[in-house]
C-alpha cells in the first residue's frame, strides 16, 4: 500500500499560480499511473491529470495548455503545477495512485482562486 500526502494549496487571484505536490510513503517506480483529481461540494470528484510511468500525460479538457502534471520517482513526488487559474478551479485537490487495481488517495489540499 501506499500513503499519499499532499500540500501547495491555498487562496490565490485569477491568472495566479499555484504548484501542488504529493509525497508518498514509498517508492513509486512500480506505481504506472499517478494523478490528481479535484472535487467541489455536491459534485462528484473529477479527474484533472495523469501520468504513467513511462510519462505519458492526460489532462482534462478545461485545464489544458494551463496545468502541468510531473513525477520524481526518485524523491516520490508527483507535481501539479497550475497556472493561469480560474475560479472554476477552486476544490479541494486530492494526489491518487492506482497499484494492484487498488486506489489510493490523499487528505486533500484545498485551492481557491478569487475573482
Known amino acids: 500500500q501506499v500513503q499519499l500526502v499532499e500540500s501547495g494549496g491555498g487562496l490565490v487571484q485569477t491568472g495566479g499560480s499555484l504548484r501542488l505536490s504529493c509525497a508518498a510513503s514509498?517508492?513509486?517506480?512500480?506505481?504506472?499511473?499517478m494523478g490528481w483529481y479535484r472535487q467541489v461540494p455536491g459534485k462528484q470528484r473529477e479527474l484533472v491529470a495523469t501520468i504513467t510511468s513511462g510519462g505519458s500525460t492526460n489532462y482534462v479538457d478545461s485545464v489544458k495548455g494551463r496545468f502541468t502534471i510531473s513525477r520524481d520517482n526518485a524523491k516520490k513526488m508527483v507535481y501539479l503545477q497550475m497556472n493561469s487559474l480560474k475560479p472554476e478551479d477552486t476544490a479541494v485537490y486530492y494526489c491518487?495512485?492506482?497499484?494492484?487495481?487498488?486506489?489510493?488517495w490523499g487528505q486533500g489540499t484545498q485551492v481557491t482562486v478569487s475573482s
Open positions: 514509498r517508492s513509486i517506480f512500480g506505481i504506472d499511473t
Open positions: 491518487n495512485a492506482q497499484l494492484f487495481a487498488i486506489s489510493y
